[in-house]
Protein backbone atom coordinates (compact mmCIF):
# COMPACT_ATOMS: atom_id res chain seq x y z
CA UNK A 1 0.00 0.00 0.00
CA UNK A 2 2.77 2.07 0.76
CA UNK A 3 4.45 1.60 -2.42
CA UNK A 4 1.69 2.35 -4.45
CA UNK A 5 0.68 5.64 -2.66
CA UNK A 6 4.39 6.71 -3.13
CA UNK A 7 4.15 6.08 -6.60
CA UNK A 8 1.04 8.12 -6.90
CA UNK A 9 2.59 10.87 -5.53
CA UNK A 10 5.44 10.59 -8.12
CA UNK A 11 3.01 10.53 -10.69
CA UNK A 12 0.75 13.19 -9.62
CA UNK A 13 4.27 15.51 -8.82
CA UNK A 14 5.46 14.81 -12.32
CA UNK A 15 2.44 15.37 -14.04
CA UNK A 16 2.45 19.05 -12.13
CA UNK A 17 5.11 20.14 -13.49
CA UNK A 18 4.90 18.97 -16.77
CA UNK A 19 2.35 21.22 -17.10
CA UNK A 20 3.46 23.92 -15.08
CA UNK A 21 6.30 23.99 -17.63
CA UNK A 22 4.13 23.54 -20.46
CA UNK A 23 1.74 26.33 -19.68
CA UNK A 24 4.45 29.45 -19.79
CA UNK A 25 5.59 27.57 -23.32
CA UNK A 26 2.10 27.72 -24.56
CA UNK A 27 1.55 31.45 -23.63
CA UNK A 28 4.55 32.18 -24.64
CA UNK A 29 4.22 30.52 -28.44
CA UNK A 30 0.32 31.51 -28.57
CA UNK A 31 1.54 35.59 -28.19
CA UNK A 32 1.45 36.66 -31.92
CA UNK A 33 3.55 40.08 -32.07
CA UNK A 34 1.87 43.15 -33.06
CA UNK A 35 1.15 43.64 -36.90
CA UNK A 36 3.18 46.05 -38.53
CA UNK A 37 0.90 49.06 -40.66
CA UNK A 38 0.63 48.21 -43.84
CA UNK A 39 -0.89 50.56 -46.83
CA UNK A 40 -1.71 49.18 -50.27
CA UNK A 41 -2.82 51.45 -53.48
CA UNK A 42 -5.26 50.70 -56.13
CA UNK A 43 -2.55 52.40 -58.90
CA UNK A 44 1.35 52.61 -58.74
CA UNK A 45 0.61 55.68 -61.27
CA UNK A 46 -1.74 58.60 -62.09
CA UNK A 47 -1.45 61.86 -63.47
CA UNK A 48 -2.89 65.12 -61.68
CA UNK A 49 -6.58 65.72 -61.54
CA UNK A 50 -7.08 62.07 -61.05
CA UNK A 51 -7.92 59.41 -57.56
CA UNK A 52 -6.77 56.98 -55.79
CA UNK A 53 -7.58 54.30 -53.83
CA UNK A 54 -5.67 53.88 -50.48
CA UNK A 55 -6.18 50.89 -47.84
CA UNK A 56 -4.27 50.55 -44.51
CA UNK A 57 -4.38 47.74 -42.21
CA UNK A 58 -2.72 46.97 -38.68
CA UNK A 59 -2.69 50.27 -37.48
CA UNK A 60 -3.77 51.33 -33.73
CA UNK A 61 -7.39 51.20 -33.55
CA UNK A 62 -9.44 55.05 -33.74
CA UNK A 63 -5.86 56.44 -34.60
CA UNK A 64 -5.95 59.78 -36.44
CA UNK A 65 -3.35 58.75 -39.74
CA UNK A 66 -2.93 61.92 -42.64
CA UNK A 67 -2.15 60.91 -46.16
CA UNK A 68 -0.08 62.84 -48.16
CA UNK A 69 1.50 63.07 -51.68
CA UNK A 70 5.06 63.56 -51.74
CA UNK A 71 7.88 64.33 -53.53
CA UNK A 72 11.80 63.76 -52.96
CA UNK A 73 11.25 60.83 -51.30
CA UNK A 74 11.10 56.59 -51.02
CA UNK A 75 10.02 54.01 -49.25
CA UNK A 76 13.53 52.97 -47.72
CA UNK A 77 14.78 56.82 -47.04
CA UNK A 78 11.59 58.24 -46.21
CA UNK A 79 10.87 61.71 -46.85
CA UNK A 80 14.11 63.94 -46.99
CA UNK A 81 12.14 67.80 -46.78
CA UNK A 82 9.58 66.36 -44.21
CA UNK A 83 6.14 67.77 -45.22
CA UNK A 84 7.26 70.80 -46.81
CA UNK A 85 7.92 68.26 -49.73
CA UNK A 86 4.36 66.75 -49.42
CA UNK A 87 1.20 68.45 -51.42
CA UNK A 88 -0.10 69.16 -47.79
CA UNK A 89 -2.97 71.50 -49.77
CA UNK A 90 -4.57 68.21 -51.05
CA UNK A 91 -3.97 65.82 -47.87
CA UNK A 92 -6.35 64.02 -46.54
CA UNK A 93 -7.29 62.69 -43.02
CA UNK A 94 -8.90 59.34 -41.98
CA UNK A 95 -9.76 57.32 -38.46
CA UNK A 96 -8.98 53.64 -38.25
CA UNK A 97 -11.78 51.75 -37.27
CA UNK A 98 -12.07 48.77 -34.33
CA UNK A 99 -9.86 46.69 -36.76
CA UNK A 100 -6.96 49.12 -37.16
CA UNK A 101 -7.64 49.08 -40.98
CA UNK A 102 -8.78 52.60 -43.32
CA UNK A 103 -9.95 53.01 -46.70
CA UNK A 104 -9.71 56.51 -48.02
CA UNK A 105 -9.86 58.26 -51.76
CA UNK A 106 -7.05 60.30 -51.81
CA UNK A 107 -6.95 63.00 -54.78
CA UNK A 108 -3.76 63.05 -56.95
CA UNK A 109 -1.66 66.48 -57.11
CA UNK A 110 1.90 67.31 -57.54
CA UNK A 111 3.95 68.19 -54.63
CA UNK A 112 6.30 71.07 -54.20
CA UNK A 113 9.49 68.70 -55.14
CA UNK A 114 10.35 66.41 -57.73
CA UNK A 115 9.36 62.51 -57.89
CA UNK A 116 10.28 59.92 -56.97
CA UNK A 117 7.11 60.17 -54.57
CA UNK A 118 5.54 58.45 -52.08
CA UNK A 119 2.38 58.61 -50.65
CA UNK A 120 3.09 59.26 -47.04
CA UNK A 121 0.67 57.85 -44.27
CA UNK A 122 1.32 58.91 -40.67
CA UNK A 123 -0.25 59.25 -37.17
CA UNK A 124 -0.95 62.70 -35.79
CA UNK A 125 -1.42 61.85 -32.48
CA UNK A 126 0.08 59.25 -29.87
CA UNK A 127 2.52 56.28 -31.17
CA UNK A 128 4.03 57.85 -34.12
CA UNK A 129 3.98 55.77 -36.72
CA UNK A 130 4.91 56.14 -40.19
CA UNK A 131 4.40 54.26 -43.75
CA UNK A 132 5.61 55.71 -47.32
CA UNK A 133 4.23 53.73 -50.41
CA UNK A 134 5.66 54.15 -53.48
CA UNK A 135 3.65 56.10 -56.39
CA UNK A 136 4.42 57.73 -59.57
CA UNK A 137 2.53 61.14 -60.46
CA UNK A 138 2.68 60.87 -64.15
CA UNK A 139 3.61 64.10 -65.77
CA UNK A 140 5.78 65.31 -62.77
CA UNK A 141 9.60 65.88 -62.91
CA UNK A 142 11.61 63.33 -61.69
CA UNK A 143 15.27 64.23 -60.12
CA UNK A 144 17.41 61.92 -57.95
CA UNK A 145 17.18 62.60 -54.25
CA UNK A 146 19.76 64.94 -53.11
CA UNK A 147 22.20 63.61 -50.85
CA UNK A 148 22.46 64.16 -47.41
CA UNK A 149 24.11 66.54 -45.25
CA UNK A 150 27.62 66.31 -44.39
CA UNK A 151 27.00 65.89 -40.49
CA UNK A 152 23.75 63.82 -40.53
CA UNK A 153 23.25 60.79 -39.06
CA UNK A 154 26.12 61.71 -36.74
CA UNK A 155 24.31 62.81 -33.64
CA UNK A 156 21.48 60.48 -32.04
CA UNK A 157 19.00 61.22 -29.05
CA UNK A 158 20.57 59.55 -26.05
CA UNK A 159 17.68 60.17 -23.61
CA UNK A 160 14.09 59.94 -25.24
CA UNK A 161 13.14 62.33 -22.49
CA UNK A 162 12.21 65.56 -24.01
CA UNK A 163 11.06 68.97 -21.84
CA UNK A 164 10.02 71.91 -22.48
CA UNK A 165 11.76 74.84 -20.15
CA UNK A 166 10.19 78.10 -19.28
CA UNK A 167 6.34 79.10 -18.20
CA UNK A 168 3.87 81.94 -19.14
CA UNK A 169 3.82 84.86 -17.78
CA UNK A 170 1.10 88.06 -16.89
CA UNK A 171 1.32 89.05 -20.85
CA UNK A 172 0.61 85.61 -21.76
CA UNK A 173 -2.14 85.79 -19.62
CA UNK A 174 -3.45 88.26 -22.61
CA UNK A 175 -2.53 86.51 -25.34
CA UNK A 176 1.43 87.41 -25.31
CA UNK A 177 2.96 84.73 -27.77
CA UNK A 178 4.25 81.49 -25.72
CA UNK A 179 7.93 80.62 -25.39
CA UNK A 180 10.17 77.83 -24.23
CA UNK A 181 13.34 76.09 -24.56
CA UNK A 182 12.51 72.59 -25.82
CA UNK A 183 15.48 70.23 -24.09
CA UNK A 184 17.16 66.97 -25.83
CA UNK A 185 19.52 65.32 -25.15
CA UNK A 186 22.00 64.43 -27.98
CA UNK A 187 25.44 61.75 -28.54
CA UNK A 188 27.83 61.81 -30.99
CA UNK A 189 27.67 58.61 -32.58
CA UNK A 190 30.36 59.26 -35.27
CA UNK A 191 34.29 59.35 -35.58
CA UNK A 192 34.33 63.07 -36.11
CA UNK A 193 33.07 66.44 -33.43
CA UNK A 194 30.16 67.76 -34.72
CA UNK A 195 30.26 71.83 -34.42
CA UNK A 196 27.79 74.21 -34.15
CA UNK A 197 24.93 72.15 -35.51
CA UNK A 198 21.62 73.46 -37.17
CA UNK A 199 18.68 72.07 -36.22
CA UNK A 200 14.64 72.32 -37.17
CA UNK A 201 12.29 73.03 -34.72
CA UNK A 202 8.56 72.82 -35.75
CA UNK A 203 5.31 73.19 -34.47
CA UNK A 204 2.20 71.72 -35.02
CA UNK A 205 -1.61 72.23 -34.46
CA UNK A 206 -3.97 69.00 -35.01
CA UNK A 207 -3.56 68.05 -38.46
CA UNK A 208 -1.86 70.88 -39.66
CA UNK A 209 1.54 70.06 -41.14
CA UNK A 210 4.38 71.57 -39.08
CA UNK A 211 5.89 75.27 -39.43
CA UNK A 212 9.82 74.49 -39.39
CA UNK A 213 12.61 76.99 -37.97
CA UNK A 214 16.14 76.39 -38.22
CA UNK A 215 17.80 76.96 -34.41
CA UNK A 216 21.49 76.68 -34.55
CA UNK A 217 23.13 75.49 -31.08
CA UNK A 218 26.68 76.50 -30.17
CA UNK A 219 28.97 74.23 -29.26
CA UNK A 220 31.01 71.01 -29.91
CA UNK A 221 29.92 67.50 -29.37
CA UNK A 222 32.86 64.98 -28.95
CA UNK A 223 32.97 60.96 -30.30
CA UNK A 224 31.33 59.63 -27.98
CA UNK A 225 30.54 62.34 -25.83
CA UNK A 226 26.65 63.75 -25.00
CA UNK A 227 25.33 66.78 -24.39
CA UNK A 228 21.81 68.82 -23.76
CA UNK A 229 20.47 70.68 -26.92
CA UNK A 230 18.08 73.12 -26.02
CA UNK A 231 16.49 75.24 -28.67
CA UNK A 232 14.13 78.18 -29.05
CA UNK A 233 10.59 77.69 -29.58
CA UNK A 234 8.00 80.42 -29.94
CA UNK A 235 3.59 80.42 -30.77
CA UNK A 236 2.13 82.55 -32.61
CA UNK A 237 0.12 85.56 -30.01
CA UNK A 238 -3.22 84.13 -28.79
CA UNK A 239 -2.21 80.37 -29.47
CA UNK A 240 -3.58 78.10 -27.23
CA UNK A 241 -4.86 74.17 -27.26
CA UNK A 242 -2.73 71.17 -28.07
CA UNK A 243 0.76 71.44 -29.60
CA UNK A 244 3.63 69.27 -30.99
CA UNK A 245 7.14 70.80 -30.42
CA UNK A 246 9.27 68.67 -33.39
CA UNK A 247 12.94 68.79 -33.65
CA UNK A 248 14.83 67.43 -37.02
CA UNK A 249 18.39 67.07 -37.56
CA UNK A 250 19.32 67.30 -41.12
CA UNK A 251 16.19 64.78 -42.59
CA UNK A 252 15.50 62.59 -39.39
CA UNK A 253 12.96 63.50 -36.56
CA UNK A 254 14.89 63.27 -34.02
CA UNK A 255 12.65 63.88 -30.89
CA UNK A 256 8.76 65.09 -30.56
CA UNK A 257 7.34 66.79 -27.31
CA UNK A 258 3.66 68.08 -26.76
CA UNK A 259 2.82 70.61 -25.70
CA UNK A 260 -0.49 71.79 -23.58
CA UNK A 261 -0.87 75.70 -23.99
CA UNK A 262 -3.77 77.15 -21.95
CA UNK A 263 -6.30 79.65 -23.12
CA UNK A 264 -5.52 83.56 -22.78
CA UNK A 265 -8.22 84.15 -20.13
CA UNK A 266 -6.97 87.92 -19.94
CA UNK A 267 -8.64 88.33 -23.66
CA UNK A 268 -11.80 86.72 -22.80
CA UNK A 269 -12.00 88.78 -19.95
CA UNK A 270 -11.78 91.93 -21.37
CA UNK A 271 -14.13 91.37 -24.14
CA UNK A 272 -16.53 90.10 -21.53
CA UNK A 273 -15.73 93.71 -19.30
CA UNK A 274 -16.20 95.54 -23.21
CA UNK A 275 -19.56 93.48 -23.66
CA UNK A 276 -21.16 95.01 -20.66
CA UNK A 277 -19.55 98.58 -20.79
CA UNK A 278 -19.99 99.74 -24.40
CA UNK A 279 -24.22 98.81 -23.74
CA UNK A 280 -24.16 100.85 -20.82
CA UNK A 281 -22.41 103.54 -22.20
CA UNK A 282 -24.42 103.94 -24.80
CA UNK A 283 -27.51 103.44 -23.06
CA UNK A 284 -26.21 106.37 -20.73
CA UNK A 285 -25.90 108.34 -23.92
CA UNK A 286 -29.01 107.50 -25.56
CA UNK A 287 -30.92 108.87 -22.36
CA UNK A 288 -29.58 112.01 -22.11
CA UNK A 289 -30.08 112.52 -26.22
CA UNK A 290 -33.68 111.88 -25.26
CA UNK A 291 -33.89 113.82 -22.19
CA UNK A 292 -32.74 117.07 -24.35
CA UNK A 293 -34.73 116.35 -27.35
CA UNK A 294 -38.56 115.27 -26.24
CA UNK A 295 -41.16 117.73 -26.01
CA UNK A 296 -41.30 118.10 -21.74
CA UNK A 297 -37.57 119.51 -21.60
CA UNK A 298 -39.16 122.01 -23.66
CA UNK A 299 -42.01 122.59 -21.99
CA UNK A 300 -40.17 122.41 -18.60
CA UNK A 301 -37.85 125.18 -20.22
CA UNK A 302 -40.51 127.26 -21.20
CA UNK A 303 -42.03 127.44 -17.31
CA UNK A 304 -38.71 127.90 -15.89
CA UNK A 305 -38.54 131.61 -17.68
CA UNK A 306 -39.38 134.41 -15.64
CA UNK A 307 -42.02 137.20 -15.83
CA UNK A 308 -42.56 140.10 -14.57
CA UNK A 309 -44.83 140.70 -11.77
CA UNK A 310 -48.25 142.25 -11.89
CA UNK A 311 -49.09 145.54 -11.19
CA UNK A 312 -52.44 147.37 -9.89
CA UNK A 313 -53.22 150.18 -12.32
CA UNK A 314 -55.92 153.00 -11.35
CA UNK A 315 -58.44 153.80 -14.67
CA UNK A 316 -58.22 157.31 -15.57
CA UNK A 317 -61.64 159.62 -15.25
CA UNK A 318 -62.86 160.64 -17.96
CA UNK A 319 -62.81 164.66 -19.30
CA UNK A 320 -66.66 164.90 -19.63
CA UNK A 321 -68.84 162.50 -17.51
CA UNK A 322 -72.68 163.45 -17.13
CA UNK A 323 -76.14 162.48 -18.52
CA UNK A 324 -78.09 158.96 -17.34
CA UNK A 325 -75.96 156.08 -16.09
CA UNK A 326 -76.90 154.51 -20.11
CA UNK A 327 -74.54 157.74 -21.62
CA UNK A 328 -71.70 156.77 -20.01
CA UNK A 329 -68.71 156.04 -22.17
CA UNK A 330 -66.24 153.71 -21.78
CA UNK A 331 -62.81 154.94 -19.89
CA UNK A 332 -59.84 155.09 -21.77
CA UNK A 333 -57.60 152.13 -21.47
CA UNK A 334 -54.49 153.34 -19.12
CA UNK A 335 -51.39 153.38 -20.66
CA UNK A 336 -48.47 150.79 -18.96
CA UNK A 337 -45.57 151.77 -16.91
CA UNK A 338 -42.29 153.01 -19.04
CA UNK A 339 -40.20 150.21 -20.16
CA UNK A 340 -36.72 149.88 -18.34
CA UNK A 341 -33.30 148.76 -19.26
CA UNK A 342 -33.20 145.98 -16.26
CA UNK A 343 -35.45 143.26 -18.46
CA UNK A 344 -37.17 142.62 -21.47
CA UNK A 345 -40.21 144.65 -22.70
CA UNK A 346 -43.03 142.49 -22.19
CA UNK A 347 -46.68 143.66 -23.62
CA UNK A 348 -49.20 142.71 -21.40
CA UNK A 349 -52.69 143.27 -22.17
CA UNK A 350 -55.59 143.83 -19.98
CA UNK A 351 -59.52 143.49 -19.93
CA UNK A 352 -61.50 146.83 -19.64
CA UNK A 353 -63.17 146.89 -16.44
CA UNK A 354 -66.49 148.59 -15.94
CA UNK A 355 -65.06 151.73 -13.75
CA UNK A 356 -68.27 154.13 -12.47
CA UNK A 357 -67.34 158.10 -11.87
CA UNK A 358 -69.23 159.36 -8.41
CA UNK A 359 -71.64 161.13 -11.19
CA UNK A 360 -72.57 157.88 -12.97
CA UNK A 361 -72.46 155.02 -10.00
CA UNK A 362 -75.66 153.67 -9.33
CA UNK A 363 -77.10 154.15 -5.86
CA UNK A 364 -77.27 156.66 -3.68
CA UNK A 365 -74.42 159.45 -4.09
CA UNK A 366 -71.37 159.14 -1.81
CA UNK A 367 -69.30 162.52 -2.53
CA UNK A 368 -66.48 161.99 -0.62
CA UNK A 369 -66.58 158.04 -1.38
CA UNK A 370 -63.54 156.16 -2.74
CA UNK A 371 -64.23 154.72 -5.83
CA UNK A 372 -61.61 153.20 -7.96
CA UNK A 373 -59.26 150.38 -6.28
CA UNK A 374 -56.14 151.76 -4.38
CA UNK A 375 -52.75 151.87 -6.40
CA UNK A 376 -49.81 152.03 -5.16
CA UNK A 377 -49.03 155.26 -3.62
CA UNK A 378 -52.12 155.13 -1.23
CA UNK A 379 -51.17 153.50 2.73
CA UNK A 380 -54.28 154.30 3.73
CA UNK A 381 -57.71 154.52 2.74
CA UNK A 382 -59.52 158.06 3.46
CA UNK A 383 -62.95 158.22 5.38
CA UNK A 384 -64.89 161.25 5.90
CA UNK A 385 -65.40 162.00 9.60
CA UNK A 386 -68.71 161.93 11.26
Known amino acids: MKRRRGRYATTIAAALAAFLLLVPAGGASGAEPAPKPLVTLSKKEAGKGGEITVRGSGWRPGALLMLLICGEASPA ?44 VATVQGQPAVVDAEFKVAGHPVAPLPEPAPDAGRL ?89 VSVKYGSKLMAAQPWGVDRPWGVV ?46 AARPAGAGGAEGDAEEPARPAGPPATSAGPATTTTTAALPWFTPDTAPGPAAPHAQVSAPHEGTTRSQTPER
Not at 83 to 111: I, M, Q, W
Not at 301 to 310: D, F, I, S
Open 156 to 244: AVVDRTVRLDGSGSLLTWFGSPQARRVVVEFGNVGSAPVTDPVFQVGTSHGVFAPLWEERQWRGTIAPGKRAEVALDVQLPAGAHGDYL
Open 77 to 120: AGVRGGTNSCANADGRAVTTDAKGAFRRVLAVAEPPKPCPCVVH
Open 269 to 314: LFWLLLAVVVPAALFRIGMAVVDRVRPGAVARAVRRVPRAPARHRT
